[in-house]
């Protein structure tokens, strides 16, 4: 309804302006006269009701859906169709009036006056299709810049959903791997030595409902997150036995360190993982977090070698980690895994002890 | 008339798992643990070691994750399966359903008693395993090693990529050697195990299993036509529509055999 109203406003005024024009530059040449004030109002006329025909037929055909190239040789092409039509039907007038009116001067050549009328008309007619699908064009490219930025944002909102999901889940998630086998061990344990048994069911609800937790939690003390790897440990020692040796040490002064929860632990469960669940003899697993000037570094080392194909599985803990220590720290926090001899692997941890209020 | 018994393998890197399948085993007279492995280097050793006393197990208890080789890597090193092999896994779901038959069993650690009472009750060990039951193919033929030779109906396991297969040696029409490897012809998949031909030659009934030339050993029970061939060698074809050439030595050694 809007864009109808600016389109009878632009033709009504334009075509307007048109027949002025043609009326002062008639009047300038051969003085003001009814015929020139005839002839400019007609051709407006015409004009008019020519390019609301072209109009309707544009839109009948839907050249404005089309792309810019297709768009542009339709209207150059019905422009000197509707040009040629407008000059047939001027020329009926002019030659009607002429009839009806007969004045001294001669008619001027026929095919002449049709020729310039056509030139004259199609000229019209590309400046008014240039200016009628300009404003279409400039529509569409805003609306098409609009529905992009519509879909942009709608894509980094569902991003952030999936990421809070994901970080939800991983955060919360005990390997199941390690679930069940723990719980087979304990099982076993049952007949085998009942209060070790028991101290495993315990140790097994701590950890379950640390990892729970873990989830609504940005950061825990480091000292909670020791615990709950050396109750980890202690578990995994009933699985693998003498095959899995242990050793965690941290200052006290380093216990009160903020750390993400589940982070040293995601370290150590990779170490008995990759490392001593991969062979038989096993191994033994260090844990150390020492505190040092303006933070805290956490060192897990346990024997193995990287290994590149085991990455997509165990990357995706470690790559969750570094993200959420990096939030945590921003870029003075740092994960680094490496081969620290030919055998050993070495995890690194630094935490920044001030917690930047920025985040 | 008393059932007979199965004699069981365990094979897990936890000893408690093991001592908890045991103690469940318990319910089941019929099953008999005979022997049990930490790892597959032992567990090999264990299965070479029943082989050769006669008394191979009838089923395995098979971890799929343990350090070192899997039970999956121990399965595809072994010349032949035993009869029945039963995973026993805390949480691989994923890769049991790589399996392409169904014709494998599985437990979940924890294991329910009612589940391996099911999984037991199953078990009615197949005619060909019992120790006295030897193969047609194996008594047609002096066998002078002491190894038994491996008939129609021993299993291979497969693991050909992500897909894992029981393999029936009689399902094989045709073995190729490939560098390392040797390609086996069965139905329309030719995985690739990693053995030398002349390995599984000296394992396999040679009354059934022919060596056609250095490149392929073929199951006689398979070929479909025999013609002659240039230079007095042998051409068959086998049912799968592979045409295999003997070369000429073997071609005679094949014409002195059959000529009787």
Redesign the interface.
Known sequence: MRASRAYWICQLSGWSVYAAVNLLLGSLSNGPSASGLGLSVGASAIGLGATHAFRAVILRLGWLERSVAALAVRMAAGSLVTAVAMAVVALAAVSAVFAAFPVEQDAPPLLLSFLGATVNWTALLLIWSGLYAGVHLVGRWREAERERAQAEAERWRLEAVARGAELRALQAQVN??F???S???V???I??DPDRARDAVTELSDLLRYALAAGRRETVPLGDEIATVRRYLALEG????HRLGAEVRADPEALAAPVPPMVVQTLVENGIKHG?????E?GALRVEARAEAGGVRIVVESPGVLDAEAEPESGVGLANAAERLRRLGGDRAALVVRQATPNTVRAEILVPLAVPTDA | MSRAMLRAVLVD?????R??LR?LLEAHPEVEVVGEA??A?RARALLDALAEAGTPPDVLFLDV?M??ETGFDLLASLDAVPPAVVFVT???EHALRAFEVSAVDYL????APARLAAAVARLDVPETAAPDDIPEAAASEAVEDAVRRLGVDDRVFVKDGERLHFVRLGDVRLFESEGNYVRLYVGRETPLVLRSLNQLEARLDPAVFFRASRKHLVNLARVTTLEDWFGGTLRAVLDGGEAVELSRRQAQRFRERTSL
């Open positions: 199941p791997h679930l069940f086998n719980l087979n061990t099982r076993a344990l007949a085998e009933l699985r693998f036995e001593i669940g991969r062979t038989p096993g | 890197d936890e000893r408690l798992a001592v908890e103690r930490a790892d280097p994750q350090p070192g805390a949480y691989d979940v650690k924890p294991v």
